[in-house]
């Protein structure tokens, strides 16, 4: 079983930044990628950014490049999402997850789930 923890979730003003926290315990050597989802009200949830545990090969949602940097901290076990210039459309629950399979893009192919954390952006 993998355990994961986001944080840093909140209320930001439009052009402002956020970053999001995922930490991951337990059998995390058996996962190889971590990944970001969200999920507004009434949509699906969609695919946000990637990266490897071992090499940090990294993927994005075309429409959030520029905007979202991911990166991780192996030491700690911990997945990072740097959010700048957010946008009211980018209010929604993000979600952190952990895939041992090699589509990072694919949300389906995530085997373990965060709880989520609500990141509101005011305009």
């Known amino acids: 079983q993998v355990h994961l923890v986001e944080s840093g979730g909140g209320l930001v003003q439009a052009g402002g930044s956020l970053r999001l926290s995922c930490a991951a315990s337990?059998?995390?050597?058996?996962?190889?990628?971590v990944g970001w989802g969200r999920q507004a009200p009434g949509k699906e949830r969609q695919f946000v950014a990637a990266?490897?545990?071992?090499?940090?090969?990294?993927y994005y949602a075309d429409s959030l490049k520029g905007r979202f940097t991911i990166s991780r901290n192996n030491a700690k076990n911990t997945v990072y999402l740097q959010m700048d210039s957010l946008k009211p459309e980018d209010t929604a629950v993000y979600y952190c997850?952990?895939?041992?399979?090699?589509?990072?893009?694919?949300?389906?192919?995530?085997?373990?789930w965060g709880q989520g954390t609500q990141v509101t952006v005011s305009s």
């Open positions: 337990g059998r995390t050597a058996e996962t190889y990628f």
């Open positions: 990266i490897s545990w071992n090499a940090g090969n990294i």
């Open positions: 997850a952990a895939t041992s399979k090699f589509r990072p893009k694919i949300l389906s192919d995530y085997d373990y």
